[in-house]
């Protein structure tokens, strides 16, 4: 197959979810705001996570928009004029830099004062090149998301999660003390959830056959340190960057040497790379999503559903008991 250049590549996994996005756009006339609420009241985030943190604290007392809409890749999100309009409107903009590039740039163009990056809440200590482990994604031409060096997915690990709750909640209690008692309560029960999830998920992964946890896209590093498994990502932290011959024999002799049964890919992505790899080694493939948006291909109608239904596949593609 002849090379295709980067920005295609990316958008061809992309395409059904771009058709969406446009049609939704062209059917509501709106951009970050997402509808009838005056911008200046709205709450913006930047993609799902954040979005449904942002909406478990505010419990409805101020509406919450995303720019990343359901279905889109927030990896490589654009932003139209719209949302950026929105960005500089909004009451409180509210992301994690060094994800989204597009939006780590439109943040610049807002009042610093009505902006919370929650990166630093987050704990970002897993570099690209741990979270890939040996699967050869420190290639540079693989990192061309914007990552920065840092492994961005902190919400696949519920204690990592809570800590930036708690940061955007000690914001929104600082900016709107009227709703004080509303955040303040809201979040202890968010944070109390995600620590019953957290208990679940220590307990589920306690005792399993492999602690070789072997995925297409590399984000369940958080995930892994969090449980004592340890990620092999064949595609790295971007979904639909080629993997090399070199790095799929290595996750292939990896799966062989080691007992792994299973393979994982993402709900939304193609998984011919997970497939080549089974099909050479005889491990099965099964779903694990990285909860970067809820579709309805989503394993679950939110954070977690999903959550759960990762533990059930993890417990049986590990073999634990
Ligand atoms: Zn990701």
Redesign the pocket.
């Known amino acids: 197959m002849p090379p295709v250049p980067p920005p295609l590549r990316r958008l061809l996994p992309a395409l059904a979810a771009a058709t969406t996005l446009v049609l939704a756009a062209a059917a509501c006339g709106s951009g970050a705001n997402g509808g009838t609420s005056a911008a200046e009241d709205v709450v913006v985030t930047s993609f799902y996570p954040i979005q449904f943190a942002t909406q478990q604290i505010t419990g409805g007392a101020v509406p919450v928009s995303v720019l990343t809409k359901p279905g889109a890749e927030?990896?490589d999100l654009e932003l139209s004029p719209q949302d950026i309009g929105g960005m500089t409107k909004a009451r409180l903009v509210v992301y994690a830099d060094g994800?989204q590039p597009a939006v780590d740039e439109a943040v610049g163009l807002v009042d610093p004062a009505k902006v919370l990056d929650v990166a630093d809440a987050a704990k970002l200590t897993l570099t690209l090149a741990e979270e890939s482990g040996h699967a050869g994604e420190t290639d540079p031409q693989h990192d061309d998301?914007g990552h920065s060096g840092s492994d961005?997915?902190f919400w696949l690990d519920p204690s990592r999660y809570a800590a930036v709750a708690e940061a955007i909640s000690a914001r929104l209690v600082k900016d709107d003390p009227q709703h004080a008692a509303t955040y303040t309560k809201n979040t202890a029960v968010f944070v109390e959830k995600l620590s019953e999830l957290d208990d679940e998920m220590r307990r589920g992964l306690e005792q399993c056959r492999t602690k070789q946890l072997v995925t297409s896209?590399?984000?369940f590093g958080y995930l892994a340190a969090r449980y004592g498994l340890q990620q092999h990502g064949i595609t790295g932290?971007?979904?639909e960057a080629e993997p090399s011959a070199s790095a799929l024999k290595a996750v292939a002799d990896l799966v062989s040497s080691s007992g792994v049964t299973t393979i994982y890919q993402e709900t939304l992505v193609e998984p011919h790379f997970a497939q080549t790899v089974a099909g050479s080694t005889g491990a099965k493939v099964a779903t694990l999503d990285?909860i970067?948006g809820i579709t309805s291909a989503s394993v679950g109608r939110d954070y977690f559903e999903v959550m759960r239904s990762n533990l059930v596949a993890l417990r049986d593609g590990q073999g634990c008991s």
Do not use: D, G, L
Request: glycine share 0%; no cysteine.
């Open positions: 927030p990896h994800f998301h961005p997915h896209h590399a984000a932290v971007s979904p990285p970067e």
